[in-house]
């Protein structure tokens, strides 16, 4: 079966500084990815999303950036965060012509 | 265009009620409609899914009925339970990347 992680869990940031958020799927090849935000009491804003190793698809101009280096690898980065980068980061997976898609347990990021 | 509206904002029933929440689109390239739980602190959960070309489905005690010319579509819990209580989404997906566009969230409630 299929699982996704992500990490870590929680993390406190001050402003200014970097930021890199793991997400890793098991069970499955050649996944499409996906990080979503979701601010306080809100819905979720698609970031990026990524077809295959090295195919970022951005949606939302920010100071976010991604990467995929493996198969199963989705990275969440920024080089300065700032105070409104705070909220839910998730991520999630979509098999190879699935319309499902599945999210991880996510990562609670509060810039100070 | 790329919107989906959802409401109620917030619902309370009571256990053995039918809590029903609606959504709303515009954009006619959605081809696919999730819907997915979310428990505080925790990632969304896939819950059922919806085709356009289909009026309902039902998936244990929770049905989706659609309105493809109203382009409209609801979620239906039945025999609601203390258990149920937590944000339901509504989303819309949209071409070959399966985007998701997320409605905003109902908080529902279900009191004994």
């Known amino acids: 079966s299929q699982t996704i992680h992500q990490w870590p869990a929680t993390l406190v940031q001050p402003v200014g500084s970097p930021l890199s958020l793991e997400c890793t799927v098991e069970g499955t090849s050649n996944p499409n990815l996906y990080w979503y935000r979701q601010a306080a009491g809100r819905g979720l804003q698609l970031l990026f999303y990524s077809v295959g190793i090295g195919q970022i698809s951005s949606e939302v101009p920010q100071n976010l950036s991604a990467s995929r280096p493996q198969d199963r690898q989705f990275i969440l980065s920024s080089k300065k965060l700032l105070l409104s980068d705070s909220g839910f980061y998730l991520c999630?997976?979509?098999?190879?012509?699935?319309?499902?898609?599945?999210f991880g347990p996510g990562t609670r990021l509060t810039v100070t | 265009q790329q919107q989906v509206k959802q409401s109620p904002q917030s619902l309370i029933v009571q256990k053995g009620g039918i809590p029903i929440i609606n959504c709303a689109y515009e954009?006619?390239?959605?081809?696919?409609f999730p819907w997915y739980q979310q428990f505080p602190g925790k990632g969304p959960a896939l819950l059922i899914a919806i085709r356009p070309d289909v009026s309902e489905k039902k998936e244990g005690r929770f049905t989706i009925s659609f309105n493809k010319s109203a382009k409209q579509f609801s979620l239906h819990i039945m025999d609601s339970q203390p258990g149920d209580s937590a944000t339901y989404f509504c989303a819309a997906k949209t071409g070959t990347a399966s985007k998701l566009t997320f409605g905003t969230g109902t908080r529902l409630q279900v009191t004994l």
């Open positions: 999630a997976w979509r098999g190879q012509g699935a319309k499902e898609q599945y």
């Open positions: 954009n006619t390239a959605f081809d696919y």
